[in-house]
């Protein structure tokens, strides 16, 4: 019995990688599209790539969603909230995806377990929650804004006497590299997160001792194959919105933004070990480097239903995740 329900706690944790793939593809891809630097299905390929490359470089970001949110009860119990999160992460993912809002997969999932945990009368840790997830929730927008900022004044700055259309040439071939560094970005985050729900749910019902945060080879495996298989499907309705609708972009708008974003998923990784919405990170670059030609650049409408959909996911999740979490509860 607790071994079928492991198994079905794993798949779901693969369905949510997998939404996590096509609903933030446009992440890594969304600028370089909208500026013709690449071709959606290059894009998408080149994203899929990068992404299984960046599951394999790390797993702090892992251990920080396995051990540093919840500590569930060892039983099936636990694994009972563990589901509950992913299927309330899920139901977010899939809503914000209709309407084509990108929404944070990080913070529908912390969400969905601090729901989950609180329906169960579990236990949440709500340090690791403050200091990994809350704190970085607002830094990583307001550091994308400001540094993005920065990267495109430098860059306007240093091209000034050059000519306009040499310029978009060369940086329409350069993004294809920013786009490949905030796909492995994306990788390195997005894979790992989905790692340690997996590992989570290998202490909860015994199957990895307590205390062991370590991910075994196989869940890596699963993990990165699936978020490629995710992001090769692609998330156009996502992409729209970001490439298009924020702002008016061009090639070197798109590599500053790209940059930015990347630079910074990578420091929350292997520095401060930190589940970092990737979402976030690259809107906040975009809307930085959009207004450094004017704050009128940037559509601000588009971008206040983007930070209400930022602000609504953790307890919107959250709220799914617990009803979710009463259902299975009361049909045993």
């Known amino acids: 019995m607790e071994l079928t329900a492991l198994i079905v706690v794993v798949g779901i944790a693969l369905i949510f990688n997998y939404t996590n793939g096509f609903h933030d593809a446009a992440n890594a891809i969304a600028t370089s599209v909208s500026t013709r630097a690449l071709t959606p299905r290059a894009a998408l390929a080149l994203a899929a790539v990068m992404n299984l490359v960046g599951a394999f470089l790390g797993?702090?970001?892992?251990?920080?969603?396995?051990?540093?949110?919840?500590?569930?009860?060892?039983?099936?119990?636990?694994?009972?909230?563990?589901?509950?999160?992913?299927?309330?992460?899920?139901?977010?993912?899939?809503?914000?995806?209709?309407?084509?809002?990108?929404?944070s997969s990080t913070?529908?999932?912390?969400?969905?377990?601090?729901?989950?945990?609180?329906?169960?009368?579990?236990d949440v840790l709500w340090s690791g929650v403050f200091n990994k997830v809350v704190l970085w929730m607002v830094l990583s927008p307001v550091v994308g804004v400001i540094l993005g900022y920065l990267v495109m004044v430098a860059i306007l700055w240093i091209f000034r006497h050059s000519h306009p259309g040499r310029v978009g040439r060369r940086f329409r071939i350069i993004q294809s590299l920013s786009a490949a560094a905030m796909a492995l970005g994306h990788g390195l985050q997005d894979a790992q997160k989905t790692m340690g729900i997996i590992v989570l749910a290998l202490v909860t019902t015994g199957y990895?001792?307590?205390?062991?945060?370590?991910?075994?080879?196989?869940?890596?495996?699963?993990?990165?194959?699936?978020?490629?298989?995710?992001?090769?499907?692609?998330?156009?309705?996502?992409?729209?919105?970001?490439?298009?609708?924020?702002i008016e972009l061009d090639p070197p708008k798109g590599f500053a933004a790209e940059a930015t974003a990347s630079s910074i998923l990578y420091a929350t990784a292997f520095i401060w070990q930190a589940p970092v919405s990737t979402t976030h990170t690259i809107t906040a670059a975009i809307m930085g480097v959009g207004s450094t030609k004017r704050l009128s650049a940037v559509r601000w409408g588009v971008a206040g239903h983007i930070v209400l959909a930022w602000v609504l996911t953790i307890p919107a999740s959250a709220c799914v995740a617990a009803l979710v979490y009463w259902i299975i509860h009361f049909f045993g």
Do not use: E
Not at 62 to 85: E, F, Q, S, Y
């Open 59 to 103: 797993t702090g970001v892992a251990k920080t969603v396995g051990t540093g949110i919840i500590n569930p009860p060892r039983d099936l119990h636990g694994l009972t909230i563990v589901a509950a999160a992913l299927i309330g992460a899920i139901a977010w993912n899939l809503i914000t995806w209709y309407f084509g809002l990108p929404s």
């Open 107 to 122: 913070h529908g999932l912390v969400g969905g377990l601090i729901g989950a945990a609180l329906a169960a009368s579990g």
């Open 208 to 246: 990895q001792a307590v205390g062991d945060s370590h991910v075994p080879v196989w869940v890596i495996l699963l993990c990165a194959a699936v978020l490629s298989m995710g992001t090769y499907a692609g998330g156009w309705r996502i992409m729209r919105t970001l490439g298009r609708k924020v």
